[in-house]
């Protein structure tokens, strides 16, 4: 059974940052990809950033220069860097992976982490 366990989130005042990990009960390249959503109340669940298998990596366009996706493969572990955050950022953040390339959505999911950014 695939596990993918978020680190904690927590409370951050806008412009601070953050990073998530994700640990996955197995190597990360036996995914096409990894990636990170969130979902804020009210919203639509987003994708944040994703990261192939190969390296190649894409983000929200409104995320993009402040988000960074990473990963370490010995450790199992993909990070979400989060800077300059708004309160907009506010979301229940969820790491996710896709094990094939004709999926559009993720077939594996984390439990979600929090964060919180107040003004």
């Known amino acids: 059974q695939v596990q993918l366990v978020e680190s904690r989130g927590g409370l951050v005042q806008a412009g601070g940052a953050l990073r998530l990990s994700c640990a996955a009960s197995?190597?990360?390249?036996?995914?096409?990809?990894m990636a990170w959503y969130r979902h804020a109340p009210g919203k639509q669940r987003e994708l944040v950033a994703g990261?192939?298998?190969?390296?190649?990596?894409n983000y929200a366009d409104s995320l993009k220069g402040r988000f960074s996706i990473s990963r370490v493969n010995a450790k199992n572990t993909v990070y979400l860097q989060m800077n300059s955050l708004k309160p907009e950022d506010t979301a229940v953040y969820y790491c996710?992976?896709?094990?094939?390339?004709?999926?559009?959505?993720?077939?594996?999911w984390g439990q979600g982490t929090q964060v919180t950014v107040s003004s």
């Open positions: 990261i192939t298998a190969g390296g190649t990596t």
């Open positions: 197995r190597s990360i390249f036996s995914f096409n990809a």
């Open positions: 996710a992976a896709r094990s094939k390339q004709r999926l559009v959505l993720p077939d594996y």
